[in-house]
């Protein structure tokens, strides 16, 4: 995974409450045997209209939210079945991080899980950001991971809670594996304390 410091972009806002994981990865794009291509199917139907031409009205579309890097959005987003590919979709979209007041329970695992920085906060820090990246004039955001703070350009600056396993994951750019395997040493010793303690349980040679 992609380690997280310090990152800066542009944000866009998608302030729609509960917006499920059919609305940011829909279900024809989950027929693939790999992760290729997600990027063209997250928020497919926001992005394109049925002929597949893009809607020059959606935020994302337009060139001052060109290389977008983070998403402030409407509350419970993540919501619905549970589908690992609209973290993997977003994330191939660009996206580093998402701001919001809550995510669904799946979601923000699948999200940990893959790199995706999720940040909550309060209704009204999430509106100020909201309006600021609705601000194609003032919508570029810098997110300070070791911080653990938010800063709008030349605005306010927000600072936000963060397990420390999460966070020091995400500065390493660890998944779930690699966080295990970062303690192998640890793991081995403690499996020779244990067998020596209680030799009984390893298996004679034969």
């Given at each position: ?24 990865m829909p279900k024809q794009f989950l027929k693939g045997i790999d ?172």
């Amino acid at each position: 995974m992609q380690p997280f410091t310090t990152v800066t972009g542009p944000a866009a806002a998608l302030p729609a409450a509960n917006t499920d994981t059919d609305v940011i990865m829909p279900k024809q794009f989950l027929k693939g045997i790999d992760r290729s291509g997600l990027d063209n199917g997250t928020l497919h139907n926001l992005r394109f209209d049925a002929t597949g031409a893009r809607r020059s009205d959606f935020v994302l579309n337009r060139p001052e939210w060109a290389d977008t890097r983070f998403l402030v959005v409407g509350p419970n987003f993540g919501c619905g079945s549970s589908r690992e590919h609209a973290v993997w979709g977003l994330l191939q979209l660009g996206i580093r991080a998402i701001i919001g007041t809550s995510f669904a329970g799946i979601f923000n695992d699948n999200a940990a899980n893959n790199g995706l920085l999720l940040i909550s906060l309060e209704p009204g820090e999430v509106h100020t950001l909201s309006t600021l990246a609705a601000d194609p004039a003032r919508n570029r955001l810098a997110i300070d991971l070791p911080a653990q703070s938010i800063s709008g350009d030349g605005g306010p600056r927000f600072a936000f809670d963060i397990s420390p396993l999460r966070k020091d994951a995400l500065m390493r750019g660890l998944d779930a594996i690699g966080t295990t395997l970062d303690q192998a040493g640890a793991i081995r010793a403690f499996e020779a304390r244990h067998h020596a303690a209680q030799p009984w349980l390893v298996p004679h040679a034969r």
